[in-house]
């Protein structure tokens, strides 16, 4: 009888938790397990649909390596074309941190106005360019890239990467040429004046050769917000054939 209490008292906690108390660790561990299925699990993969827009444009600085414009010694009063576009699209993005997966389709529309493109010979001759007027011209791009991120804070981080599409060409370059060349159609209409002064009389000597495919080369750095797991912001700047700045802005799921 004395061994037999002496064994209670010296395993009773031992044997109370052993049966199950409140405070044992089987218990315990049966609630953190309960608890533990009952936490979400966050997916590895996440994904995004965005709408996105892009401003583009070729600097002076690059144009005038090929052209001259009208500030030019000896040029005519007519101002070289600013070469500007835009894209509206959409994206469908899949990321795995830090690995962002970008797929895209878009529409790129011209901002090009019509005008004079008299191109750089030495010697200078103002004359010989031709007057161009884009038609409809645009371009339907796919494509795909890759970003690697890095966080800043917990609702911020930046996306640097690029990537490669192609673009199928819509509309025409409708061009007048200089009297006297060779390429002009109508030989006999305005044959010693140039092409800014033959546009307005004569009719068009054909349209400029731009190949109907073309490759899209991305380089790309962004800001981009996180609106918790719901929705992003996306700031970007880089490469896409031209310079451009942009914003895409989307769900997760």
């Known amino acids: 009888m004395m061994l037999t209490l002496i064994a209670l008292l010296a ?11 409140d405070d044992g ?16 699990v966050k997916r590895e993969h996440l994904y995004e649909v965005n709408i996105r827009t892009r401003y583009l444009s070729v600097p002076n600085s690059i144009l005038d390596i090929w052209f001259f414009d009208n500030d030019s010694d000896g040029a005519n009063p007519y101002p070289r074309p600013k070469v500007r576009a835009y894209t509206a699209g959409i994206e469908f993005v899949t990321k795995k941190e830090p690995a962002n997966w970008i797929f895209y389709f878009e529409y790129l529309g011209n901002l090009m106005q019509e005008g004079y493109w008299d191109d750089v010979e030495r010697p200078a001759s103002h004359e010989d360019g031709d007057w161009v007027r884009p038609d409809g011209i645009g371009m339907l791009v796919l494509g795909a890239n890759y970003g690697y991120s890095l966080k800043a804070t917990k609702w911020w981080s930046f996306v640097f990467g690029g990537g490669v599409g192609v673009g199928v060409m819509t509309g025409e370059l409708t061009r007048w040429g200089p009297g006297g060349s060779q390429a002009t159609r109508d030989g006999d209409c305005l044959p010693e004046s140039p092409a800014y002064i033959r546009k307005d009389t004569c009719p068009e000597d054909g349209t400029t050769d731009v190949p109907k495919v073309l490759p899209m080369i991305d380089l790309t750095l962004s800001s981009r917000f996180h609106f918790g797991d719901q929705a992003t912001l996306r700031l970007d700047a880089g490469l896409h054939n031209m310079l451009y700045v942009g914003t895409a802005f989307g769900a997760v799921f």
């Not at 395993?11 to 108390?21: E, K, M, V």
């Not at 660790?25 to 979400?40: I, S, V």
């Open 25 to 40: 660790p089987f218990t315990t561990a049966r609630r953190a397990g309960t608890q533990e299925q009952d936490l979400p």
């Open 11 to 21: 395993g009773g906690p031992a044997l109370a938790q052993s049966q199950g108390g």
